[in-house]
């Protein structure tokens, strides 16, 4: 897991640069700016609820299960709705650049279909590979737990986003301890929402 996490922990980095951080601000029309720990915390909030819950787990969790069943159809009009949403918008390019770079170490998965011609739409300029379609993508090829790598992701770019924004206030390091304990210990029950509910299996009377 933590391999596969490798290129996406730059991308983690590039989230929580200041200047996305205003960007983030400008264009969710956020009233607050971070400036203490108070309005750290709110946009936070904003951030997990508003790109995390909203696209970027949904996103993945898509991808992976559009990788499982070969649905490589559904996986391009997956990746060209993304491009339509504003939300996205501020960093577009930071993403297409992570995912275009984690969707070339896949190449040499000659057997596995969905990836190869995902490979051939990005090439062929029908597709940008959001990093998130292809972190769901890469869980999906390799086998890898879907809980896990959801979690793993999201505490991966909060941990980010809260260490640049910290860094930039000058935050005490229990300070940041603090706020960072307090959005991890959130994400499980955040993932939970974004999975599946279970199917129920149905016990036929002996």
Not at 168 to 191: T, Y
Request: glycine letters at 4%.
């Amino acid at each position: 897991m933590d391999t596969v996490l490798s290129d996406f922990s730059a991308l983690a980095e590039q989230l929580g640069s200041g200047a996305l951080i205003e960007s983030w601000h400008t264009n969710w029309e956020c009233s607050a700016r971070v400036r203490d720990e108070e309005s750290l915390r709110s946009f936070l909030l904003h951030f997990r609820e508003q790109l995390l819950l909203r696209y970027e787990l949904p996103s993945i969790l898509e991808a992976y299960e559009m990788t499982n069943s070969g649905r490589t159809r559904d996986l391009l009009l997956l990746d060209a709705r993304l491009g339509r949403e504003p939300g996205l918008t501020p960093f577009a390019n930071a993403s297409r650049h992570i995912g275009q770079t984690q969707l070339e170490r896949l190449r040499p998965l000659r057997d596995q279909r969905t990836v190869q011609r995902y490979l051939q739409a990005v090439e062929e300029g029908r597709a940008v590979a959001w990093h998130t379609l292809v972190y769901g993508m890469t869980l999906a090829v390799y086998s890898l737990p879907l809980r896990q790598g959801l979690l793993h992701y999201s505490q991966q770019t909060l941990y980010h986003l809260i260490s640049a924004a910290a860094a930039s206030l000058n935050l005490a390091a229990a300070d940041l301890h603090e706020i960072w304990k307090e959005f991890e210990a959130s994400l499980p029950a955040l993932i939970d929402t974004v999975l599946p509910a279970p199917a129920h299996v149905k016990v036929v009377p002996s």
